[in-house]
C-alpha cells in the first residue's frame, strides 16, 4: 500500500483527496503558495511544503519539474493531481514515473491516447461504441473538410483533436461557412494546444450530456459505477449534476455501461475514468470522450454507490484488486451536486471578486458539503471561483430536489455573489423537475436565471428607503437636515438653465 | 426636530424606472399603496442580517450605498435602487430631460483580468451585442460586447495585457 501522497492541487479537492488519504493510513503532503499562504486546504494534510521561488512564468501546479522534484526531495511516494490542472497531462504522469513516483491515475500512454480526441475516437470505433458520424483520422485541408461536411450533412462541428472543456470548436451550419471555420479552428488549435489537428463531427443540437464513471484495475477488472446526469450547462461549464439520470431506465443505462466498460478495456485502462456520451431526443447516444481524471462532479456517484472514489484510486495505485464487482454496485436513491460559486449571475455569471465576511452552511445527514473556503477567504481572480459543493442524496428524484432546494435556501454567503438564486432557479423550473432537459435548458426552459420570491422587490426597495432613512436620521445631523429642505423653484430653474 | 414621527415619502427607484413610493411614519413604520408594513433589522449571533417585514424574514446584506444608491442583497438576489424625495424625484426628471443624449459607450473591465484577444478595431461599425474583445479572468473567458450602435473610437486595450477592475478598454462612438 502508498505510504505518502502529494496532492498537487488546491481547494475542496485537495481536502476532500487528503480526508481520505490519512483515513487509510497515507501521509498526506499539500503544498503552499505564495498566492494564498493561509488557504484552508493546507490544514488538512499531514506536512506542508513550501513551493520553491520561481520566476512565476509558469503557475505554480502547472509546474512539472517542481512538483516532481518537491515528491522526490521529501521523499514522497506517489502524487495525486486531482482535477484541472495537470491531471491529464501525460507529461506529467511520464514525468512522476521516470522519477519514481507513482502518479495516481492511468499510464502516460493511456492518457496520452485519449487526449488525443483522435486517437479515443479510433479505439472506440473498433470496439463498437456508438460516434457521430465522421472521419476517424484528422481533416488535412479546406477541401477534405468540405467534403466531409457535405458527406454527414448540417449542421456539422469542427473539434481539436487536442482540445477539450469547450475549447477549440466550431459549429458550420451550412457549406459556405465551412471553410473559414476549418481555418479558424486550426488556427485557434494551433495557439491553444500546439496542435493543428482538427476533426469533423455531425453536430447534435441540444444533446443530453450522460457521463459513465468507470473503474478499473491492474489486473483487468473493469466495472462501471452508473451515469451522472451533467446536461444543465452554460457554455459547456457544468452547473448542477445529478446521479442517476432521468433520461435512462435500466435497458438503456446497461447498453451504455457496457460501451464505457468496453471502452476501458480496449483502452487498457487502470484507475478511474469517466466516458461522456451525448444522447439525443430518440435515445440513441453517441460517444465523446474519455475523462482520465477524478470529476468535479464524482460525489453524486459515492452519494449512490456508498463506495469512495479517492479510495479506489489509492487502491488502484498500490497495485490492489478491485474490491468490488459489478454485482456488487447497487444504485440506491437520488443525488444532486449544487456548485455554489462566486459568481454573479445576473450580470452574466461573471466571477463576484472579493474576500467571504460570513457564511453559514446547511448541514442534514443527508447533505454532504465539499468547500475549500471559510470565513476570511478572498475569491481571487487567481483560481476558479467555487466556494462549495453541495451534494444531496434523497430517496428518489423529488425526495432529492426537495432536500437540495431546502439545502440551498439554508446557505448563507456574505461579501460575494453566488449562484446560489441560479440553483433555486433551476430547482423550482417544471422542466427540470420533468427529467425531461438537455444541454439547451438554461437558454430554452429557464425563463429567469435566478429565482425571486414573491413581493422580493418590495422587500429590497423598502430594505432601500429604511436604509437611506436610518442612514439620514435627522436627530441632531444640521447637514443631512439641510439636504431634506425642499431646494426653491426658482433656484431649482436658473440651475437648469447653467447647465 | 421630532426623531419619531416623520411623515414623509420616500421614492425607490429601481434600474429600469421602476418605481417603489412608501411612506414613511418612523423608523420603523412605513405603508406602501395603503398598506401598514412594520419593519425590524434583526442582526444574527453570527453577524448575518435579517430584514423582517410583517414578521416574515429575509436574509439580506447592504452591498454598497453611494450617495442615494444603494445595492442589497435579498435572499442573495441583487437590486439596485436609488431612494429619492419626490422633490428630488422631480428635480431628477427635469435634468434629465435636459441632459444631451449620450454620445456612446465606454467599455470598461467588470473585474481584474487578462486581453485573450482584441476583435474590435478603430474605426469598426458595430451594433448591439457584436463582441469586442475576450477577457479572461478566474479560468473563463468573457467575451466583452457592445451596447451600442456605433463606430469604434480608440481601442486602449493590448491582447496579452492584465488589467483591473474599470479600467477602459473600449471607445465607442455612437452612429
Known amino acids: 500500500m502508498i505510504k505518502s501522497i502529494l496532492i498537487a492541487n488546491r481547494g475542496e479537492i485537495a481536502i476532500r483527496i487528503a480526508r481520505t488519504a490519512r483515513r487509510m493510513g497515507v501521509k498526506t503532503y499539500a503544498i503552499r503558495t505564495k498566492k494564498e499562504p493561509n488557504a484552508v486546504y493546507l490544514s488538512s494534510v499531514d506536512e506542508i511544503l513550501d513551493f520553491p521561488e520561481t520566476d512565476g512564468s509558469v503557475p505554480e501546479f502547472l509546474d512539472i519539474p517542481n512538483l516532481v522534484k518537491l515528491a522526490v526531495d521529501n521523499h514522497v511516494q506517489s502524487m495525486h493531481p486531482g482535477y484541472g490542472y495537470l491531471s491529464e497531462n501525460a507529461e506529467f504522469a511520464a514525468a512522476c514515473r521516470d522519477a519514481g513516483v507513482v502518479f495516481i491515475g492511468p499510464s502516460p500512454e493511456v492518457i496520452r491516447a485519449m487526449g488525443d480526441k483522435i486517437v479515443a475516437k479510433d479505439i472506440a470505433h473498433k470496439c463498437g461504441v456508438p460516434m457521430l458520424g465522421g472521419t476517424l483520422g484528422g481533416i488535412p485541408d479546406a477541401e477534405s473538410a468540405v467534403a466531409e461536411a457535405n458527406r454527414l450533412g448540417y449542421p456539422v462541428i469542427i473539434k481539436a483533436a487536442s482540445g477539450g472543456g469547450g475549447r477549440g470548436m466550431r459549429i458550420c451550419r451550412k457549406e459556405s461557412e465551412v471553410k473559414q471555420m476549418y481555418e479558424l479552428a486550426t488556427s485557434e488549435a494551433r495557439t491553444a494546444f500546439n496542435d493543428p489537428t482538427v476533426f469533423i463531427e455531425k453536430y447534435l443540437e441540444n444533446p443530453k450530456h450522460i457521463e459513465f464513471q468507470v473503474v478499473a484495475d491492474k489486473y483487468g477488472n473493469v466495472v462501471h459505477l452508473g451515469e451522472r446526469e451533467c446536461s444543465i450547462q452554460r457554455k459547456h461549464q457544468k452547473l448542477m449534476e445529478e446521479a442517476p439520470s432521468p433520461a435512462l431506465d435500466d435497458e438503456l443505462r446497461e447498453r451504455m455501461a457496457t460501451a464505457a466498460v468496453n471502452l476501458a478495456k480496449a483502452a487498457n485502462y487502470e484507475s478511474l475514468g469517466t466516458v461522456e456520451f451525448l444522447l439525443d431526443d430518440n435515445r440513441n447516444f453517441y460517444f465523446m470522450e474519455m475523462n482520465t481524471r477524478i470529476q468535479v462532479e464524482h460525489p453524486v456517484t459515492e452519494m449512490i454507490t456508498g463506495l469512495n472514489l479517492v479510495e479506489l484510486q489509492l487502491l488502484i495505485a498500490s497495485g490492489e484488486k478491485l474490491p468490488v464487482e459489478q454485482k456488487d454496485v447497487r444504485l440506491e436513491g437520488w443525488a444532486i451536486e449544487c456548485r455554489i460559486n462566486a459568481e454573479d449571475v445576473q450580470s452574466g455569471f461573471v466571477p463576484s471578486i472579493g474576500m467571504i465576511r460570513n457564511l453559514r452552511l446547511p448541514s442534514d445527514n443527508r447533505i454532504r458539503i465539499d468547500s475549500g473556503v471559510r470565513i476570511g477567504t478572498e475569491i481571487t481572480p487567481f483560481f476558479d471561483s467555487m466556494i462549495a459543493k453541495l451534494i444531496v442524496h434523497g430517496k428518489d428524484r423529488a425526495d432529492a430536489i426537495e432536500l437540495a432546494l431546502h439545502s440551498v435556501e439554508h446557505f448563507h454567503v456574505m461579501g460575494v455573489k453566488t449562484t446560489i438564486p441560479f440553483c433555486k432557479a433551476v430547482l423550482h423550473n417544471e422542466v427540470f423537475r420533468s427529467g425531461n432537459f438537455n444541454t439547451g435548458f438554461i437558454e430554452h426552459d429557464l425563463k429567469s436565471l435566478i429565482y425571486k420570491e414573491e413581493h422580493e422587490e418590495l422587500i429590497a426597495a423598502l430594505l432601500a428607503v429604511s436604509t437611506y432613512n436610518h442612514d439620514n436620521d435627522f436627530s441632531g445631523d444640521v447637514d443631512a437636515d439641510m439636504a431634506e429642505q425642499p431646494m426653491d423653484p426658482w433656484v431649482l430653474q436658473k440651475r437648469i438653465r447653467h447647465l | ?175
Open chain 2, 1 to 175: 426636530m421630532q426623531n419619531n414621527i416623520q411623515n414623509k415619502t420616500l421614492i425607490a427607484v429601481g434600474k429600469n424606472g421602476e418605481e417603489y413610493e412608501f411612506k414613511v411614519q418612523n423608523s420603523y413604520q412605513y405603508s406602501s399603496k395603503g398598506c401598514k408594513l412594520t419593519i425590524e433589522m434583526i442582526e444574527e449571533a453570527d453577524g448575518f442580517m435579517l430584514f423582517s417585514c410583517e414578521g416574515v424574514r429575509y436574509p439580506v446584506e447592504i452591498v454598497s450605498r453611494k450617495l442615494n444608491n444603494y445595492e442589497v442583497l435579498v435572499n442573495g438576489v441583487s437590486y439596485n435602487f436609488t431612494v429619492e424625495t419626490p422633490f428630488s424625484l422631480k428635480r431628477r426628471e427635469i435634468l434629465a430631460a435636459n441632459q444631451p443624449v449620450s454620445d456612446g459607450e465606454d467599455v470598461c473591465a467588470p473585474m481584474p483580468g487578462k486581453i485573450v484577444s482584441i476583435i474590435a478595431q478603430e474605426g469598426m461599425e458595430v451594433n448591439p451585442g457584436d463582441p469586442l474583445l475576450v477577457l479572461e479572468a478566474m479560468k473563463m473567458q468573457n467575451t466583452l460586447t457592445a451596447s451600442v450602435k456605433g463606430v469604434v473610437k480608440t481601442v486602449a486595450a493590448k491582447a496579452g495585457a492584465t488589467v483591473g477592475k474599470d479600467e477602459l478598454l473600449v471607445e465607442i462612438k455612437k452612429a
